[in-house]
């Protein structure tokens, strides 16, 4: 068996797009998914499949999402190693794991318009784009960063951003699972 994290972008975040946990725990259990495990309600999933291409799997899954629920939420699956390999790449500091964001990304970006990236960095913000991972540290908050609102155009693919704190509970419960 295989193991992924997916991660699903934009689904109950302000009343919208709205996907109990458990209702997509039983869709992705009648998609033929195993040991399911889900963590808070912004949608981090860990799942067992025979399965190993993972483009058809996310779109798969998006589709379904679609069919019941009214709208195809990006998903964007990785198998262990790689979120393992995108926790040990971390360039900055895990003080403030809530400061520290993981922009899990699609694809590698082909041509990452990084110039414009800089230009809206502030001074207490920092960077970094590593294969199909960009790190920002935003000490000031994300919510208030002209760059964390930029990334995904910038980057010229799609991406989802998770917390450390965020990452690095699902790193446990994969440790503690699988």
Same mark, same amino acid.
């Given at each position: 068996?295989?193991?992924?994290?997916?991660?699903?972008?934009?689904?109950?975040?302000?009343? @919208? $797009?709205?996907? +109990?946990? &458990?209702?997509?725990? *039983? =869709?992705?259990?009648?998609?033929?998914?195993?040991?399911? !495990?889900?963590?808070?309600?912004?949608?981090?999933?860990?799942?067992?499949?025979?399965?190993?291409?993972?483009?058809?799997?996310?779109?798969?899954?998006?589709?379904?999402?679609?069919?019941?629920?009214?709208?195809?939420?990006?998903?964007?699956?990785?198998?262990?190693?790689?979120?393992?390999?995108?926790?040990? @790449? $971390?360039?900055? +500091?895990? &003080?403030?794991?809530? *400061? =520290?964001?993981?922009?899990?990304?699609?694809?590698?970006? !082909?041509?990452?318009?990084?110039?414009?990236?800089?230009?809206?960095?502030?001074?207490?913000?920092?960077?970094?784009?590593?294969?199909?991972?960009?790190?920002?540290?935003?000490?000031?908050?994300?919510?208030?960063?002209?760059?964390?609102?930029?990334?995904?155009?910038?980057?010229?693919?799609?991406?989802?951003?998770? $917390?450390?704190?965020?990452?690095?509970?699902?790193?446990?419960?994969?440790?503690?699972?699988?």
């Amino acid at each position: 068996m295989n193991t992924f994290i997916a991660f699903f972008r934009g689904i109950n975040v302000g009343g @919208k $797009n709205r996907l +109990p946990m &458990k209702e997509l725990t *039983a =869709l992705l259990e009648e998609l033929g998914y195993q040991s399911i !495990r889900t963590y808070i309600q912004s949608g981090n999933v860990i799942f067992q499949s025979r399965k190993k291409q993972i483009g058809k799997m996310a779109k798969e899954i998006s589709v379904r999402i679609g069919e019941t629920h009214g709208f195809e939420p990006h998903v964007i699956l990785l198998g262990t190693e790689e979120l393992q390999s995108a926790m040990e @790449k $971390n360039p900055f +500091p895990v &003080k403030n794991g809530k *400061a =520290l964001h993981f922009f899990f990304l699609d694809t590698v970006p !082909r041509k990452p318009d990084l110039e414009k990236l800089h230009a809206l960095q502030t001074r207490s913000e920092q960077f970094h784009l590593q294969d199909k991972v960009f790190y920002l540290h935003a000490p000031d908050g994300i919510g208030r960063s002209k760059l964390a609102a930029k990334v995904e155009a910038c980057l010229g693919v799609p991406v989802t951003a998770r $917390n450390w704190n965020t990452v690095s509970q699902i790193d446990s419960m994969l440790r503690e699972s699988f």
